[in-house]
Structures are given as structure tokens and as C-alpha cells.
């Protein structure tokens, strides 16, 4: 099946610095990855979509500045998150499409970021 | 509206005790409908893809229904390595566009 790697799988920092996530397809190529955050015991909220080459659409209450989103290549798609907050502490979850025409999504591991 | 809704929230099994977990949705349009399994701390894992009602599709101790309004995922004879969240995804038209369920938390005791 298809394999979606998330790095790292949790990250402790304090708060005003930026953290980058990386989100990787490692048997396929993703002309399109989807971010989610998710917070306790709810689903996932979609973030924006990363396109490769292009910018990311982002979903509306979804701060473009404080969530920067590159699609650099096939394979990797970054989320950093700028000038981290308490309230940015969460869950965050990439996915990616095998087949574009397809609608089956495969999953990062996740994220968890703390932000202190 | 637009939006896919799971029940129960919680379900508790006994060890061999076959259950239903249900997902609706009001999406239009549906182009595939999509269960996944999400441990804790854990991204969600693929489970199954139904694209027309009537369908359907198993994998071990699981089988995925879906009707026009529903879905539904049945569990037989669970085990305690079933408990997880299930997580149900609708594709809306818009190819990129999906809407997620909050989920069943299963917890099946030995």
C-alpha cells in the first residue's frame, strides 16, 4: 500500500520560534497532499491542500502567514508553523492521494506539537 | 449542509460481540466513501473505498455497506486488537473536497 511518512512525529518548543513538518509520499507521487489539524477527541479539521509547484489553497479561518505550506517536489510537503503559540499546540496530519484519479487519502503518522 | 455524522460516539464490546457502527451523510453527489482506522497518537489507516450503494467490501472481521443516505461498517466476532477509532470520509464533487465524521471510539474488553 502506500506509504506517507511524517517528520517528526513530535516536537517540544517554546513559544515564538517556528517549526517546520516535513510530510513525505515514499513509494509514489503526490501532485496533491492535504494538511489536518486535529484537536482531542475530534476529527480532522482540513487546514489547506498543497499543490505541487503552485500555492496552497488554504480553508477559511486558516491563517496563510502563521501556516506556510511548499509543495517543493513530488514527493515532500512542508507545514511550518510561524511564531508558535500555546494555542497552536495540537495534532497535525498530512495526506496524500496514490492516484489523482482516485479518492483514497493515506495518512502521515502525525505530528504532535507542544508549544510551551 | 454538508456533512457526514457517526454514531455511536463510544461503543464497548465483549470480546466475539458482532456490532454495527453507522455513518450518514448529506454530502451531494458522492463520488466514494471512505472508512479508516485511527489508533491513538497514530494517523488514520486506510480501511476501505465503497463508491455506489449497494456495495460492498470486507477485510477480515470487517465489512462496509453503503446505502444512498449511509454506511455502515459491521464488526463480527471483534477482538481486542479491533479497538481503535473509526473514522468515516465522504468525497464531495469537488475532487478535493472531504468530509469527515467525528468518529466511533470502539473498545472491545477480552
Known amino acids: 500500500g502506500a506509504v506517507v511518512s511524517q517528520h517528526p512525529s513530535w516536537v517540544i518548543c517554546k513559544s515564538g520560534t517556528s517549526v517546520k513538518i516535513e510530510c513525505r509520499s515514499l513509494?509514489?507521487?503526490?501532485?496533491?497532499m492535504f494538511w489536518y489539524r486535529q484537536f482531542p477527541k475530534q476529527s480532522l479539521m482540513l487546514m489547506a491542500t498543497?499543490?505541487?509547484?503552485?500555492?496552497?489553497?488554504?480553508e477559511q479561518g486558516v491563517e496563510k502567514d502563521k501556516f506556510l505550506i511548499n509543495h517543493a517536489s513530488l514527493t515532500l510537503s512542508t507545514l511550518t508553523v510561524t511564531s508558535a503559540h500555546p494555542e497552536d499546540s495540537s495534532f497535525y496530519i498530512c495526506?496524500?492521494?496514490?492516484?489523482?484519479?482516485?479518492?483514497?487519502?493515506?495518512f502521515g503518522e502525525g505530528s504532535r506539537l507542544t508549544v510551551l | 449542509e454538508d456533512q457526514v455524522t457517526q454514531s455511536p460516539e463510544a461503543l464497548r464490546l465483549q470480546e466475539g460481540e458482532s456490532s454495527s457502527l453507522n455513518c450518514s451523510y448529506t454530502?451531494?453527489?458522492?463520488?466514494?466513501l471512505f472508512w479508516y482506522r485511527q489508533d491513538p497518537g497514530k494517523g488514520p489507516e486506510f480501511l476501505f473505498t465503497?463508491?455506489?450503494a449497494g456495495e460492498e467490501k470486507e477485510k477480515e472481521r470487517l465489512k462496509a455497506t453503503l446505502t444512498k443516505k449511509e454506511s455502515f461498517l459491521h464488526i463480527t466476532a471483534p477482538k481486542p486488537e479491533d479497538s481503535a477509532t473509526y473514522l468515516c470520509?465522504?468525497?464531495?464533487?469537488?475532487?478535493?473536497?472531504?468530509?469527515f465524521g467525528s468518529g466511533t471510539k470502539l473498545n472491545v474488553k477480552p
Open positions: 465503497l463508491y455506489s
Open positions: 454530502v451531494s453527489g458522492l463520488r466514494g
Open positions: 470520509a465522504v468525497q464531495a464533487p469537488n475532487f478535493n473536497k472531504f468530509y
Open positions: 513509494d509514489f507521487q503526490a501532485t496533491t
Open positions: 498543497s499543490n505541487e509547484g503552485s500555492k496552497a489553497t488554504y
Open positions: 495526506s496524500a492521494r496514490q492516484r489523482p484519479d482516485t479518492g483514497e487519502l493515506f
